[in-house]
Nanobody, 121 residues
Framework: QVQLVESGGGLVQPGGSLRLSCAAS????????IAWFRQAPGKEREGVSC????????SYADSVKGRFAISRDNAKNTVYLQMNSLNAEDTAVYYC??????????????WGQGTQVTVSS
């Protein structure tokens, strides 16, 4: 059974950092790209970042470029999202999702339950 479990969210002050984790089970992480999405109240879900499995290629939304870093540890079946210089606009529920294959393209059929990130003073 494919399962993705996010953790690491919480309340952080503006300018602070958080590291989110996405623990994968029920499949071989090596074979799939993993993406992070987020959804803020009243807004549509948006893609934040993605990391391929084939060559470790990464991509980022313009809004987080230079502040967020995605990485993966296949041995631990975990993908991470390091978030720095957080601001109020980063407040959202963050989800990880599995791509159809090794690249960050196509549909995402498997999702985690989400972890709340709140940036506030």
């Amino acid at each position: 059974q494919v399962q993705l479990v996010e953790s690491g969210g919480g309340l952080v002050q503006p300018g602070g950092s958080l590291r989110l984790s996405c623990a994968a089970s029920g499949f071989t992480l090596d074979y799939y790209a993993i993406a992070w999405f987020r959804q803020a109240p009243g807004k549509e879900r948006e893609g934040v970042s993605c990391i391929s499995s084939s060559d470790g290629n990464t991509s980022y939304a313009d809004s987080v470029k230079g502040r967020f870093a995605i990485s993966r540890d296949n041995a631990k079946n975990t993908v991470y999202l390091q978030m720095n210089s957080l601001n109020a606009e980063d407040t959202a529920v963050y989800y990880c999702a599995r791509a159809e294959g090794r690249l960050c393209i196509g549909e995402y059929f498997y999702w985690g339950q989400g972890t709340q990130v709140t940036v506030s003073s």
